[in-house]
């Protein structure tokens, strides 16, 4: 079976044209009108499985009371906070347990409102460490990155990322100083006779000839995502790759910015995701189950090193938005990451995620299209392929995980997942399909998610069940 949706543009699903901006301007949006446990509800009286959390944002689904009661408590009592005279005790608890749970590695936690404040406010950080340094370094400028990866969508963030589609009309206007090597893409880029230390070796000399070719003392930071998500699809390294890189880094004096705005607070299993590799980063970034999707809240942690180094210097961040450290924002994170610890939820992404992964490989890893399965805790990625023996891709205007993510809305599913790669952005090599349920998913609805993907891939290509 085909379901075909209707793809009349111009319109929204009630024949009305948005007056929203939103990304696509003559998308079919679905009018979301509330959304309660793991199911989203639409004003047409449908009823979705939110089986990824949009991109992966809800960690304990919606309409949890304890996280509106926080907010709603502390739009009554602070609303607001003009950080440059005020503190709250919403954010300064907020630090505390997000400096507390990184075992004594990150000093201070800078909170903002997007992944892409987080990023930018990252890069500006590493740049000011080395300008307040007890030797300063100011020729330090330069930033690697890496190919296919996404870390926001300003233009200090954009410039970072080596997403084609993304940078492609801005080109001129990101800042030239940022080069990008291979991703730690095992699926793709692992030569088959190659060890995993082979290929971590060979990832590590070309990440060395990079730090050369710019001239080791002229870089700031290497910026990477421990799990790629929205790229590639729920990537993770191979053992002991962190570890190669962290060690160039120090080599050379750089310092090593992880990026777990998708990967972090707990969506692998772990609260950071760099605690699954052994190194512990000079700047973080969080965001999406930070606060859950109940506000828009991302953060920055800044290691000992790089705030000793200001602490030295001038004492102060230059950088500062209106609504950093906002309250309402840090009560929703503050009230999510109680919740995620007193329950011990981090054991049921564990548990759980161990059960997706093994229905994901037996009832998918036969399909002809179905390339690879990867990924971590409860954050998986399902990679599509045109053959998979040569592991040819779907060209990107085919958009094909996106068709699929957006015929599983239909009644025939009522399950939504998020589409990552070549099909969620074009550009970019491969298409994938993101499944990353709440951390509170129950064994009953890891089966429905899975049997429900299964059957909307098998339709897609008309494979049957
Ligand atoms: N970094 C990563 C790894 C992301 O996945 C994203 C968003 O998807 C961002 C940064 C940017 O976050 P935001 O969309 O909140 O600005």
Redesign the pocket.
Known sequence: MVVVINKEAGTSRNGEQSAVLHRHLNHQFLPLERAEGNYLYTAHGRKIFDGSGG?SVACLGWGNERVVDAVTKQLRSAPYCATIFFTTRVAEELGRFLVDSTNGHMARAYIVN????A?EAAVKLARQFFLEKSSPEPQRTRFIARQQS????TLG?LAIGGHAYRREHFEPLLPQNVSHVSPCYAYRQQQTSETDEEYVARLARELEDEFQRMGPDTVCAFVA?PVV??ALGCVPSIPGYFKAVKAICDKYGALLIL?E??CGMGRTGTLHAWEQEGVAPDIQ?I?KCLGGGYQPV?GVLASHRVVDALSGGSSVFVHGHTYQGHPVGCAAALEVQRIIQQDNLLENVKDMGLLLSKLLVEKLSSHPHVGDIRGRGLFWGIELVADKKTKAVFPSAAHVSMEICERGLSEAYSLSVYPAGGGGAEGLQGDAIIVSPPYTVTKEEIEMVVTTLARMINDYFEVGT
């Open positions: 991109p997007s992944g892409s404040e990023m996404y870390h926001g969508t963030a995502e998500g929205a990026d705005v998708m970034t965001g991302s």
